[in-house]
């Protein structure tokens, strides 16, 4: 277990809708980051965020945002879904703002499937 | 621009040895993970190495050589356990300032009894 709790486990959901996915980091880390992780594809970054505030973007679709709060945990939303998005999202944290020699932990992921 | 190649898939037999290799390329290099990661599961952290040369951790080390822009992940004395997917990883500057960890597809390796 890496600290990093994430929910819902699964969602099926219908394409045009919406879903917020959740992430809380292990204590003490201040890191919060979202990947994305598809059949077809490896892990790809979405976004950093690093307390309270957003340090980076990846290759995030304009349809997608995130937010960590002032308890350090996150989320993910996600709308006007399409088939195309159905992964598995994962959220990672780390104590420090860059990965430099610094290690990131993930949680069990959330699988989503649209149909 | 980044990138990071490794492949796709290995087999090796319970009890053997093997070698996963990864490339990369990158400017302003920041060290070097090696995820491991089970189907369906969350990635783990099993190594980071910044400096070249040899990092020993039980049945698992990893190698670097920054000169050439390459590591290896060996697993020795193979187990079924060990089938899973291998992630190398580089942290790379994306939007904004910091830098972030950048994943290779990953190895696909089958352990065989």
């Known amino acids: 277990d890496s600290g990093v709790t994430q929910t819902p486990k699964h969602l099926i959901t219908a394409t045009g809708q919406r879903v917020t996915l959740r992430c809380s980091p292990r204590s003490g880390d201040l890191s919060v980051y979202w990947y994305q992780q598809s059949l077809d594809q490896g892990l790809q970054f979405l976004i950093h965020?690093?307390?309270?505030?957003?340090?980076a973007k990846g290759n995030i679709l304009e349809r997608f945002s995130a937010q960590q709060f002032p308890d350090l945990h996150s989320e993910l939303n996600l709308s006007s879904l399409e088939l195309g998005d159905s992964a598995l999202y994962f959220c990672?944290?780390?104590?420090?703002?860059?990965?430099?020699?610094?290690?990131?932990?993930f949680g069990e992921g959330s699988w989503l499937t649209v149909v | 621009g980044q990138n990071i190649d490794q492949p796709t898939e290995m087999t090796a037999t319970e009890g053997a040895i093997v070698q996963i290799n990864c490339t990369y390329q990158?400017?302003?290099?920041?060290?070097l993970f090696w995820y491991q990661q089970h189907a369906g599961e969350a990635p783990t952290f099993l190594s980071y190495?910044?400096?070249?040369g040899l990092e020993e951790k039980g049945r698992f080390s990893s190698f670097l050589s920054r000169s050439k822009g390459y590591s290896y992940l060996l697993l020795k004395e193979l187990q079924m356990k060990d089938s899973a997917s291998y992630l190398c990883a580089v942290p790379f500057i994306s939007s904004g300032s910091a830098r972030q960890l950048t994943f290779g597809s990953g190895t696909q390796l089958t352990v065989l009894p």
């Open positions: 990158t400017s302003g290099f920041n060290g």
């Open positions: 990672a944290s780390s104590v420090d703002r860059d990965t430099f020699g610094n290690t990131i932990y």
């Open positions: 965020y690093y307390n309270g505030e957003e340090r």
């Open positions: 190495n910044v400096l070249d």
